[in-house]
């Protein structure tokens, strides 16, 4: 096996949330301690969104359903957020659209199943890695 498969990708959403953890400790530090109106970087919490949403499309492929939710989610805070008022109430069928879209390119372009990480029943180990002592293994007894 080449070792780049075995290595997992360096940006994923674990990656993405102990991010944000931090980035909003950090804020709210500086908040509390009274050294920075923190309050104003708390308005653009839509890029956490998109960030989840850029990772999960960087794991699973471009059609990743996870990850155009989370940027779905994340456009509909921006625009929220920054927006004229009135926008999103106006616009949101545009989401339907784009949800729509994703579901029929997928289908149209099937993903290749991921394997699942962990298993319910995982097969029990062989008699070459017993830890029973009075069982003959190919272990280094002490």
């Known amino acids: 096996m080449n070792i780049q498969e075995q290595r997992p990708p360096v940006f994923s ?23 920075y109106d923190a309050w104003h970087l708390l308005a653009w919490w839509p890029l956490a969104l998109a960030a989840f949403g850029l990772a999960r499309l960087a794991q699973d492929g471009p059609l ?32 339907l659209v784009w949800g729509g879209a994703v579901v029929t390119l997928r289908a149209i372009f099937p993903q290749p199943k991921r394997a699942r990480r962990c298993q319910r029943n995982p097969p029990s180990p ?9 069982h003959e293994s190919t272990q280094v007894k002490p």
């Open 126 to 134: 062989g008699p070459d890695v017993s830890c029973d002592p009075e």
């Open 13 to 35: 959403a674990k990656l993405v949330l102990g991010l944000v953890v931090i980035a909003g400790g950090l804020i709210l530090l500086l908040d509390s301690l009274h050294w």
């Open 64 to 95: 990743s359903l996870r990850g155009h939710i989370w940027l779905g989610f994340a456009v509909a805070g921006f625009i929220s957020q920054f927006g004229p008022w009135g926008l999103l109430e106006r616009w949101w069928p545009i989401f």
